[in-house]
């Protein structure tokens, strides 16, 4: 029995939260246990990212947090205040695609597609560390995600055809701001 006049302490199991993704404000109010894929996908409909396994095995939530790979599955929505958050929906457009993702397009390194958003991530951001990678060392790099349907091969050679590909539009970028 509770002794009299005690009183529970306050938990704070809501929180106004302000998340910067894609370059873009958003705001919510959130349970403070809510995941960040879970408040990406289903307060703010960015339906990119998938969820897989949800205990950081699969890699399917990943997402880019200031520039690194990081499983949304893993982490609170409230604990992303203050960092650039890059989802796939950040990537290119159906008109554009980024380098990456033409990558994938032509080597076939999508079958279902469910995994596809983590494989970009990652690559993305392994891309960004290593930029003229082995075929070892991509594998190495996209270990921590998994693909029912492809065998990885047609994803390990996107991959390495999205290190060239990124080389060849950094180079432009640079020669049209030089002019
Ligand atoms: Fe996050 Fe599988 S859903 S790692
Ligand atoms: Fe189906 Fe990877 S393409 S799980």
Redesign the pocket.
Known sequence: MKPKGSQRPRVLDRKDIRLRINGREYTGNVDVRKTL?DFIREDLALTGT?????????????VMLDGRAV????MFAVQAEGVEIMTVEGLGTPEHLHPVQEAFRDHHGLQCGFCTP?FLMTALAFLNETPAPSKDQIREGLAGNLCRCTGYQGIVDAVEDAAGRMKTQTRKRASANAR
């Open positions: 894929v998938h969820v897989g396994c949800e205990h950081g095995v699969c890699g399917a939530c990943t499983r949304s599955c893993l983590g």
